[in-house]
């Protein structure tokens, strides 16, 4: 597993690390209307997965403005952000922060995504800061767990991953 910290304290992951050339785990997480979004519903897309701890934190939301500004650039590239923060929270932030080119997604419920992809952190019920870019065959092709979570992740090299894989 990769060796992560939250404010400098190491912390535990929950799941199985995604190495680059695995097929991406699915996961069942929901979307602002509660509604249930899965992997399947992004097939044939590539896709950036940023995940943040919460939403409503400095680094997380620049880290998902960061995205959602990229994404005019990416043309047909999918990003999602997901997160533990209520979904009704991420819906609020998102319209006070004219988020519109990036879905964003609640794991609370099960931490489904968390655990599909090793990011959940069992001391604190948050997810770690990381980046996953997926192929259109659903193949992980590139992957940052970010060792200190309040660092902010590569944005160059997950997005030269995306336009790579498209």
């Known amino acids: 597993m990769a060796n992560i910290t939250f404010k ?3 912390v535990t992951l929950i799941g199985n690390e995604v190495k680059v050339g ?3 785990p699915d996961f069942s997480v929901l979307r602002n209307d509660l509604s249930v979004a899965t992997l399947a519903d992004y097939a044939g897309k590539v ?6 701890p919460s939403i409503d934190t400095g680094v997380c939301d620049a880290q998902t403005r960061r995205f959602n500004e990229e994404a005019s650039q990416l043309g047909d590239v999918k990003i999602l ?3 533990v923060d209520l979904p009704f929270a991420q819906k ?3 319209a006070a922060a004219g988020i519109d080119n990036v879905e964003v997604l609640s794991d609370h419920r099960d931490l489904s995504f968390g655990e599909a992809y090793g990011v959940a952190i069992a001391e604190l019920r948050l997810l770690a800061r990381a980046v996953f870019v997926i192929n259109s065959e659903d193949q992980v092709v590139y992957v940052e767990y970010v060792s200190e979570a309040t660092n902010h992740p590569n944005y160059e090299a997950a997005i030269a991953a995306a336009k790579a894989a498209k």
Do not use: G, Q
């Open 92 to 94: 609020r932030w998102c």
């Open 47 to 52: 896709k950036i997965i940023s995940v943040v």
């Open 81 to 83: 952000t997901v997160s």
């Open 8 to 10: 400098n304290n190491p």
């Open 22 to 24: 695995d097929k991406a």
